[in-house]
């Protein structure tokens, strides 16, 4: 009998209880007042809608090949992970749960996957390589890609002190020496660049599950095929109605 994997918000719950014990008293005070504030504010107002087209656009990708959303659509909808960076375990342990449980389902149902953030491609390389990733992870400098579907923010000084109390830089990390951070979002996208399923988590230890990225493709799939099938009928209908003799006069 196998065990069940654990769920993404099981993971980060039994993270933050790590991370608490581990990390100085003040600067967890701050990490947890910057979740309970990004919650608080909520999803922001003019966030990327489902039925929306995306205009396509073109990043870089780990290696610096360009990669763009018309290659990643061209078989099928395309699963798109916006994460805050490698230096996140939140986002490092979404990134590895897709790995190990999505993307092998992916491939069924003609469906990409890709990961954005706004850091420099040689700091994605280094995200690939550390969580052994299989897909593709891109760059979006300054996050502008992420301000154009609605999910940017600036992180504030409180937070950029503390993490550089940490070593961690994020002018030295991300692309054009940005501050700016998307809020963990997936999108998924059909070949005709049609927004199909949109979640934004603003608290940022909460990630998309597996399970629920999986149902959306399945009625995308499902949405699809009945779709087909009706022009299906309607062309036999048109046809047979064509080869009906004319009535007699």
């Known amino acids: 009998m196998s065990l069940r994997s654990l769920s993404i918000r099981e993971q980060s719950e039994q993270l933050q209880a790590a991370s608490a014990a581990q990390l100085p008293a003040d600067v967890v005070e701050v990490f947890s007042r910057n979740a309970q504030q990004l919650h608080a504010r909520g ?32 078989a099928g909808p395309a699963v798109l992970v916006f994460y805050r960076g490698g230096w996140c375990p939140y986002c490092n342990l979404a990134l590895r749960t897709y790995q190990r449980e999505l993307l092998p389902q992916l491939d069924a ?42 999910i940017a923010f600036e992180q504030t000084e409180e937070v950029l002190a503390a993490q550089r109390r940490l070593g961690l830089d994020l002018a030295e990390v991300n692309d054009e020496g940005s501050t700016e951070l998307p809020m963990p979002t997936v999108l998924i996208i059909d070949p005709g660049r049609t927004v199909r399923f949109v979640e934004v988590n603003p608290d940022y230890t909460a990630r998309t599950e597996v399970a629920d990225i999986v149902a959306a493709l399945v009625g995308i799939h499902d949405e699809t095929h009945r779709a087909s099938s009706a022009v299906v009928r309607d062309d036999r209908r048109t046809r047979g109605s064509l080869s009906q003799p004319p009535p007699r006069s």
């Open 109 to 150: 149902r003609g469906a990409t996957l890709a990961a954005i953030s706004p850091q420099t491609p040689d700091q994605s390389l280094s995200t690939i390589e550390k969580a052994a990733l299989n897909f593709e992870v891109l760059s979006d400098p300054g996050s502008r890609l992420a301000s154009r579907i609605g």
């Open 43 to 74: 999803v922001p107002a003019g966030v990327v809608k489902v039925g929306d087209t995306l205009t396509s656009f073109t990043l870089r990708n780990a290696v610096g090949e360009p990669v763009s959303l018309d290659d990643l659509v061209a």
